[in-house]
């Protein structure tokens, strides 16, 4: 057993991770469902990988089954997620190929369950969103961007849709009235679960496109997958110094905001 306990999400694009040495394919069963992973090791931590959408890209964003996937990393004992997720931009200053180390979300979705606490503990718990994602995940992945020389950025709000459709040109003019700096499908629940179960969570996004009405092209998932496509190399470079720079005794509120968590 290795020191620290690191799991990466992957979004669309990042289906695998071939620098975790010696690893299996495992499967757990949750009170959610079922949930598959791989378990190996990178340097001197044990490492998890998930593919948020299955290995060959087969479930849709508002069907992933995202609390079966965070109770198993509970379950697991994991320390910190880092998550990705393929985004579009609304912000012309933020290109394709830059790594937005998203600090807030407004969520946008609609009928995802979102929450572990429904009711079944005897009390109401209202978890605190004041810093929506972990601060210690983002700034080691923050010092990876830039010890790498990538373009990453600190901070930014992601809005979270339901899709799968994409969205409209006339939504997209007001989620950059309402601040947000670039739009996706997964984040939320995921980040929300990830508070409530106490583990640390942070989301690389990494913008595939400009969004409908900011680029007058017509959006294609393939178009989204062929630019992640490109930047797989790096992002797992980004990956694997991130996971390095993780401490294992984070100054972060994260493990107790999860005491009421109610476990399997
Ligand atoms: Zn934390």
Redesign the pocket.
Known sequence: MTELRVAIIGGSGIYRQSFIENSKEITLDTRFGKAALKEGIYQDRTVFFMARHGGGHTVPPHLVNYRANIAALKALEVD?IIATAAVGSLRREISPGTRVIIDQFIDFTKQRPLTFYEGEEGFVVHTDFSEPY????RAAILKAGKSLGQNVIDGGCYICTEGPRFETPAEIRMFMNWGANVVGMTSVPETILAREAG???ATIALPTNYAAGISTDPLTQDEVLAAMEKEIPEVEELLKASITEIKSS?A????EAGKNYPGE
């Open positions: 910190a972990c601060n210690e995940v583990l640390c969570y984070p972060c509120y994260c493990r």
